[in-house]
């Protein structure tokens, strides 16, 4: 099921609807920038190979198993998502800034801020890297989950969010970009006016 929600997700086109393409499609959780990433591809946009595999979905709907939307207000939303009261599939995004293991914590570690139960295998590799004090092995353990929760569908990554920004004629340095991936202009110190 996992796998064909994935399939049947249109990211370039989301990407060109919400931020004029400005959002780079991918696989991973955390950007590719962040240490200790794995770059995955994101899966391919495949609508006949997704039917095919909800030939399942139809059975499960036969059972009263279906999906609805349901639109919520943005505080409404927050305030649900942290209270871990959604159910079903939801559209979600994470600003956390760090390195891989942030990003998998928060989502995928049982436990974790925005994890819906869990996995023990992937729970006990994340302790085995966050003991780690050789890098290398630590990058290792880390692809290693990365590649699991890839592998499983755990989580469907439509795209590193970057939204379109317009920077009037009075600015010299509008800070985008300057702490890469960081979309925001910041730091703000750094956020410059051409001088008249």
Not at 146 to 165: C, D, G, K, N, T
Request: with cysteine; proline share 8%; charged share 25%.
């Amino acid at each position: 099921m996992r796998l064909a929600a994935s399939l049947a997700i249109d990211r370039r086109s989301i990407s060109e609807a919400e931020t004029v393409g400005a959002s780079i499609p991918t696989g991973n959780i955390a950007p590719r920038e962040f240490d200790f990433v794995l770059p995955l591809e994101p899966h391919p946009y495949e609508p006949a190979r997704a039917r095919q595999l909800l030939m399942v979905a139809n059975y499960l709907g036969a059972i009263g198993i279906k999906l609805k939307v349901r639109t919520m207000e943005r505080a409404a939303f927050i305030a649900a998502r942290a209270a871990k009261q959604l159910r079903g599939v939801c559209i979600c995004g994470t600003g956390r800034y760090g390195n891989a293991a942030v990003r998998i914590e928060e989502t995928v570690i049982t436990g974790g801020t925005f994890a819906y139960g869990g996995y023990p295998d992937l729970d006990d590799l994340f302790k085995q890297q966050d003991a780690e004090t050789d890098r290398g092995k630590r990058e290792a353990i880390l692809h290693k989950i990365q590649r699991m929760m890839h592998e499983r569908v755990v989580v469907a990554p439509l795209f590193l969010y970057i939204w379109p920004s317009g920077i009037g004629p009075r600015v010299e340095e509008p800070g985008l970009m300057l702490i890469n991936p960081y979309p925001w202009s910041a730091p703000y110190e750094d956020v410059r006016l051409k001088r008249p």
